[in-house]
């Protein structure tokens, strides 16, 4: 594996997207038209497991990768835990296991088959992450607020697509739910869509605890993905779900987040909403 790159695209703050997106909600971008095969999509990796044994990780590690790029994911190699170190062997890494192994991550994501396939077989331990702001974007928030809100977003009957479960058993800031929703796109006004890392206002932090939004210059891993500790990442929804628009999950997941941590300034608890399971800087 190559050097890691830690991404200069941090996790976009969700009070400055939200106020930019509700400008611009009318010109919200429509859902993939990959993640829209749902039935085929579905069909396709029920077909392709019936195909091989079902204690065969290596086979389901690569059949997944496949069904994210056919779902138009750009996916890029990560680096992989060792023990409780990082694949990268840099001391003291921040984010182990977490971070691409190319500082050319943006521009080496790909959706193509033959190339995934050739960095799976390569490198069969390497975790995988997608680039954020091509085809999709991902609302990051606290793993217990997060189910607290898709268990309203179900109830209310508001569609809900793919979503994965980051680092669930470990400590209680670390573990995240990631909803992966349609990209916001590019508007005609460039002045109104900034990059992640220049989104991310110390002043719109309190006004959303714990809710990030990875955009333009940013990524998270796509699952199956290993973490140090013998934690994953793993879909909680599939890929055959369809991408929503975030500003129809945007609204529900601020208030759980709210709860969430008014819950734990309550309890004396010292865990940081605003801890960034992904890097900010190089």
């Known amino acids: ?97 977490r971070h691409p192994v190319s500082f050319a991550w943006q521009t080496q994501s790909t959706t193509d088959r033959a190339q995934i396939e050739r960095w799976a077989n390569t490198h ?29 977003l179900l109830e209310a009957g508001v569609e809900v697509g793919p979503v994965a479960v980051f680092g669930e058993g470990g400590s209680g800031a670390d573990a995240r739910m990631l909803f992966f929703t349609a990209t916001r796109g590019t508007p005609e006004d460039e002045d109104e869509w900034w990059p ?21 210059g940013s990524y998270v891993l796509v699952p199956p993905a290993r973490l140090p500790g013998d934690l994953d990442v793993h879909w909680e929804r599939g890929l055959e779900h369809q991408l929503p628009d975030p500003l129809t999950l945007l609204e529900t997941l601020t208030d759980a987040c709210a709860r969430y941590v008014a819950a734990a300034d309550e309890a004396g608890s010292d865990a940081d909403p605003h801890a960034v399971a992904w890097p900010i800087g190089r």
């Open 1 to 97: 594996m190559g050097a890691e790159s830690y991404s200069s695209g941090a996790a976009k703050s969700s009070g400055a997207a939200k106020s930019s997106g509700a400008a611009k909600s009318a010109g919200a971008a429509k859902p993939s038209g990959a993640f829209g095969a749902e039935g085929r999509i579905a069909q396709w990796l029920r077909r392709r497991a019936g195909n091989r044994p079902a204690t065969d990780p290596g086979a389901d590690r690569l059949e997944l990768l496949r069904a994210a790029a056919a779902a138009g994911l750009p996916l890029a190699p990560a680096a992989y835990p060792v023990a409780y170190r990082c694949s990268c062997e840099r001391v003291g890494c921040p984010t182990p296991a």
């Open 124 to 152: 069969p331990q390497a975790n995988f992450i997608t680039a954020t702001g091509m085809v999709h974007d991902v609302l990051d928030v606290p793993l217990e607020a997060g189910r607290s809100a898709l268990e309203r």
């Open 196 to 216: 992640c890392e220049l989104d991310c206002h110390p002043e719109t932090m309190d006004e959303h605890p714990g809710l990030r939004w990875h955009c333009r």
